[in-house]
């Protein structure tokens, strides 16, 4: 039962567009959110989170938006950037077992020049 | 920023050996330690939280005399593959934070390839 999901396994974007990484969850006990990118050979890096007390949160060219009715979200990255390609892991907690990050499957992104 | 290292990164054993993965904090002292494994095209998956000097969670589905966790110091902990079978063949991936509620820093993960 995948309780994350990110249905799009890759996405290819230009240069300087907007790249739009979507992911749904089900479970209704989720309420913190958080971003990983990873590099080939490397681990997950944390990129950003948002609380479900909040419908965005932003970090530079990094935005989350957090859609709770409809149990989804969303990281806008923009200006996208060639460096910018790796894959992009949605995870969630909830508050009852924050540590326990469940995973989305992952979505590659390529941006090219 | 916070390092994790494993140790090794790739390995190959024969079925019905036992094998050991390292996981370290570089640069911090690391609470928590937590065990994923991710087979192909399926997502993370967490196998154990660990507790420097105290006995492991494992998540539902793990088997913890197959799976062997020791977290000895704020800086190590390992797991070994006891018994290993080709279904055991995967990607796994260690994490350490500085505490509860405390950002997950990710190891670059063992692919471990049982025959």
């Known amino acids: 039962d995948q309780q994350v999901k990110q249905n799009s396994p890759s996405l290819s974007v230009q240069e300087g567009r907007i790249s739009i990484l979507n992911c749904d969850y089900t479970?209704?006990?989720?309420?913190?959110f958080l971003w990983y990118k990873k590099y080939p050979a490397e681990g997950p890096t944390f990129l950003i989170s948002?609380?479900?007390?909040?419908d965005k949160n932003e970090d530079g060219r990094f935005t989350v938006f957090l859609n709770k009715s409809a149990k989804h979200l969303s990281l806008h990255i923009v200006p996208s950037q060639p460096g910018d390609s790796a894959v992009y892991f949605c995870?969630?907690?909830?508050?009852?077992?924050?540590?326990?990050?469940?995973f989305g499957t992952g979505t590659r992104l390529q941006v090219f020049p | 920023g916070a390092v994790v290292s494993q140790h090794p990164s790739r390995v190959i054993c024969k079925s019905g050996t036992s094998v050991k993965i390292e996981c370290r904090s570089l640069?911090?002292?690391?609470?928590?330690m937590f065990w994923y494994r991710q087979f192909p095209k399926q997502s993370l998956m967490l196998m154990a939280t660990?507790?420097?000097?105290?006995?492991?969670?494992?998540e539902q589905g793990v088997e913890k005399d197959k799976f062997l966790i020791n977290h000895a110091s704020l800086t190590l902990s390992t797991l070994t593959v006891t018994s290993a079978h080709p279904e055991d063949s995967s990607f796994y991936i260690c994490?350490?934070?500085?505490?509860?509620?405390?950002?997950?820093?990710f190891g670059p993960g063992t692919r471990l390839l049982v025959l």
């Open positions: 479970n209704s006990m989720f309420d913190y």
């Open positions: 640069d911090f002292q690391a609470t928590t």
């Open positions: 948002i609380s479900s007390i909040k």
């Open positions: 995870a969630a907690s909830s508050s009852y077992n924050t540590d326990k990050l469940i």
């Open positions: 660990s507790n420097e000097g105290s006995k492991a969670t494992y």
């Open positions: 994490s350490a934070s500085k505490g509860k509620q405390e950002t997950q820093y």
